[in-house]
């Protein structure tokens, strides 16, 4: 059986609220984000998405709506 993803929500320098789906823990999240932090000046979601993409294949952002039953 394969890693579970998990959903971060993240919010980018435009202040936009974003939800992007990975197999990596919040720890492993917090080293890419702390590495793309020092080679770029603001963080925006696509292109720090994109970042991601080197070290989880599969990440990606996710919508997220309200569902009631």
């Known amino acids: 059986m394969g890693k579970c993803a998990?959903?971060?929500?993240?919010?980018?320098?435009?202040?936009?609220?974003?939800?992007?789906?990975s197999i990596l823990d919040h720890t492993r999240?917090?080293?890419?984000?702390?590495?793309y932090k020092k080679q770029n000046e603001r963080v925006y979601a696509n292109e720090f998405i994109h970042?991601?993409?080197?070290?989880?294949p599969e990440a990606?952002?996710?919508e997220v709506k309200?569902?009631?039953?």
């Open 6 to 21: 998990l959903i971060y929500r993240i919010y980018d320098d435009h202040e936009e609220k974003h939800y992007v789906s």
């Open 66 to 69: 309200d569902f009631y039953f």
């Open 60 to 62: 990606h952002e996710v």
């Open 51 to 56: 970042y991601l993409n080197k070290f989880d």
């Open 29 to 35: 999240l917090e080293e890419i984000v702390d590495e």
